[in-house]
């Protein structure tokens, strides 16, 4: 192993945590995490991106979104046309709790507008602890969280055209949370989730 590099040299960053990894199409690595330093006073975290260029670590650092639940894990996944998808819990409306989706089309410079990925309005002044997980196959992306809203849960639903639109919304336990998913070779669908 090569030695440890600060992912963070701002000395006003003091707390990053629930970061996610993936490889991008060009073999360079991304990473996400909730961050102290935001530009808003409204509660919750950022949202960092940045990534590597060749041995010298990740740089290029920046925010992509703002007003993020402060305690539950992100998702970040790169799709077979190199797509870059990142999923996360926010807090709308200073208490509704629910995931946003936002994917950059070219190749990290830009990220959309954050989507809602379903309407749970789950309104809750804490943190839940529990974050979001996609993946995909040939029908689309997939995604998997949980909610404790009026329909609590774990959930899934489906994106056929890189998540402007959410489909097939469906429980997937009533009692569980923390919800994973991923995907076969052959496209099947794999999910887990904690039942107590």
Known sequence: WSAPKSLVSDTAGYDQRYYDVALLANGE???????????????GSALYYAYTSGNTGFGNERIIG??????????????????????YRGIIKDSIRDMLHTVSV?????????????DDNWVIKGCPHT???????????????????????????????????FIQHERISFT?????????????????????
């Open 29 to 43: 690595a991304a990473v996400i995490w909730l961050d102290n330093r935001k530009t808003t006073a409204k509660e």
């Open 131 to 165: 974050g979001p997980s996609m993946t995909e196959n040939k029908d689309g992306i997939h995604f998997a969280w949980f909610t404790g809203g009026a329909n609590k849960g774990c959930f899934y639903t489906q994106s056929v055209d890189n998540g402007k639109n």
């Open 176 to 196: 569980g949370s923390h919800p994973q998913i991923s995907s076969f070779p052959d496209g099947r669908l794999a999910a887990v989730w904690e039942e107590a």
């Open 106 to 118: 070219d190749g990290g410079k830009n990220f959309s507008t954050p989507q809602l990925i379903s």
């Open 66 to 87: 703002e007003g993020c639940c402060q305690c539950c894990r992100t998702d970040l996944f790169v799709d077979h046309q190199a797509n870059i998808h990142v999923l």
